[in-house]
């Protein structure tokens, strides 16, 4: 089981989920049960440090119709997923095809394997709140 972080910066409006370690389908899924989850409108999956080898297909469609749950709840308008390698990638990559192709979520989702990237690409994916006059 691996070891998850969740953390909100109110001033980017940035929700940020660390994992370390080996990751499973259940892990994933229970984050969202923790409080604070769907916080920001931007979001940030970091994977960088962990393991997603225990996760198999069939565990793709569990974890997005819990994210299709939270649609309504969950303030994100564009997620970024940082991963460590290219299995890794490739799989989030099928999180991204199914969430679109399947369940019709048209949120935009970047994957990349740097950090700094899907900070740079979530600045330009979510425009500031525009404050009411």
């Given amino acids: 089981m691996g070891n998850v ?3 909100y910066d109110a001033e980017t409006d940035l929700e940020t989920v660390t994992f370390t370690g080996a990751v499973c389908a259940a892990d994933i899924i229970g984050v969202t049960h923790k409080n604070g989850f769907g916080t920001g409108r ?4 970091d994977f960088s440090q962990s393991d997603l080898s225990d996760i198999i297909p069939e565990d793709v469609i569990d974890i997005l119709e819990r994210f299709k749950e939270l649609d309504n709840i969950n303030k994100a308008k564009a997620t970024a997923v940082v991963v460590k390698n290219q299995a890794d ?3 989030i990559n099928l999180f991204k095809a199914t ?3 399947v369940l019709q979520r048209t949120m935009p989702i970047h994957v990349t394997k740097s950090k700094s ?3 740079q690409w979530l600045e330009t994916a979510v425009q500031p709140e525009k404050q009411a006059s």
Avoid: G, Q
Wanted: aromatic fraction near 6%.
């Fill in 42 to 45: 931007k979001k940030l999956w």
């Fill in 89 to 91: 990638e490739v799989l």
């Fill in 5 to 7: 972080t969740l953390n």
């Fill in 117 to 119: 990237d899907a900070l």
């Fill in 99 to 101: 969430s679109k192709d």
